[in-house]
């Protein structure tokens, strides 16, 4: 029997029925699909609409979905993680929002924020849990309603942005499949480039705050993008180095869906071709903790038992990070 490894053993994905098209931006603000998709890579976006709604409502769609497919009692799950920069309050977590839409009466449950790297820091934290033998049954969610931050007249960030949520089941495996090996980076100096101004603790909401739109995600395009190239390839370049890994070894890339000329250059320093890079971020945008669960759920059916995939990613904070883990299993649905 091998080491005891957390490997992921189902997935659903939940993304909104509006689709917010560059056509329609285009008739918003001063821009052009063509700029929008030569400089992005996005085409559309989903947009949840509805009072009230928030990231649990995809998050309870996503994980009742993974119920289902994986025929799993919900008084089974020991813990839920929701990695999200868009929490239906600031407090409770999400993660306890969703355990109570979706009857997991026995499970604790927190939020974590790591905006775009969330769903790997998540990952890797479910993992130790699962390693060290005090939980069974895990249930990582990944989402974010961005539409709830974004400024619709800022063209610099409204076209990247979209609304969706993916949730994995992990579990124990002693046959040498799972979660492999991770690695995780921060650097605080870099948030002077992408946060939120107001809401927090330092600058609570007020009418104010409101009326000088602090609300909204503030991000330095330029800045974020030269530290996303380089520090989300570098992870990649270092998980694939420690494991001995070479790119014919890697069936797939996962990548954080920011900016297609992101995931392209993390693509390029790993030496793999298009063909084994998931790429979503032209239906959906960039779903923050949303688009690597989003895009294992649309490339379920492709992976196989064994296969090397390689996760990477890179958000505000700055964070970053990449996973390694062989695929447990082949999807009969
Ligand atoms: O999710 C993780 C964290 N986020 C990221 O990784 C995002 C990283 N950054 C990026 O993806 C890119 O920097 C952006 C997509 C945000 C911007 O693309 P860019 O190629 O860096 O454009 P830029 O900011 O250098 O702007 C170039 C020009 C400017 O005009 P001038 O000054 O050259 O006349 C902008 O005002 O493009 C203009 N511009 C636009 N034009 C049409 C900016 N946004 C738009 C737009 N439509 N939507």
Redesign the pocket.
């Known amino acids: 029997m091998q080491k005891t490894r957390a490997a992921i053993t189902g997935i659903h994905g939940y993304v909104p029925e509006y689709v917010l098209t560059n056509a329609e931006?285009e008739k918003m603000?001063?821009?052009?699909d063509e700029?929008?998709t030569s400089?992005?890579g996005v085409k559309e976006r989903r947009i949840l609409k509805g009072i009230g709604l928030g990231t649990s409502d995809m998050g309870k769609e996503a994980v009742l979905g993974l119920l289902k497919k994986t025929n799993t009692n919900p008084l089974e799950i020991d813990l839920i993680i929701c990695a999200t920069t868009t929490p239906d309050m600031q407090f409770p977590a999400t993660a306890n929002i969703i355990a109570d839409k979706c009857g997991l009466k026995n499970s604790f449950g927190f939020d974590i924020n790591a905006?775009?790297s969330g769903f790997i820091y998540a990952l890797r934290t479910a993992s130790q849990f699962i390693e060290a033998g005090s939980a069974k049954k895990v249930i990582v969610v990944g989402g974010d309603k961005m539409s709830s931050i974004i400024d619709y007249s800022d063209?610099?960030?409204?076209?990247?942005f979209g609304d969706g949520a993916g949730a994995v089941l992990l579990e124990k495996n002693n046959d040498g499949l799972g979660i492999i090996d991770a690695v995780l980076g921060s650097d605080g100096a870099g948030r002077v480039h992408?946060h939120q101004k107001a809401g927090g603790s330092a600058m609570p909401a007020s009418a104010e705050t409101v009326e000088k739109k602090l609300h909204y995600v503030y991000?330095e395009?330029?800045a974020?993008?030269k530290?996303?190239?380089t520090k989300m390839a570098d992870a990649a370049e270092e998980i694939m180095k420690r494991n001995n890994l070479h790119s014919d070894d890697v069936a797939w890339l996962i990548p954080?869906?920011?900016?297609k000329?992101?995931i392209d250059a993390t693509a390029k320093r790993m030496g793999l071709d298009d063909a084994k890079v998931m790429i979503n971020i032209d239906r959906y945008g960039?779903t923050?903790n949303g688009?690597i669960p989003l895009c294992m759920w649309e490339w379920e059916k492709k992976m196989h038992k064994g296969d090397n995939i390689v996760l990477a990613?890179?958000?505000?904070g700055f964070t970053w990070g990449a996973v390694y883990m062989k695929w447990a299993y082949d999807s009969k649905q």
């Open positions: 931006l603000v001063d821009t052009t700029w929008i400089r992005t905006a775009c063209r610099q960030t409204c076209v990247i992408l991000q395009g330029q974020v993008f530290f996303a190239v954080h869906q920011a900016n000329r992101i960039n923050t688009t990613a890179f958000g505000g």
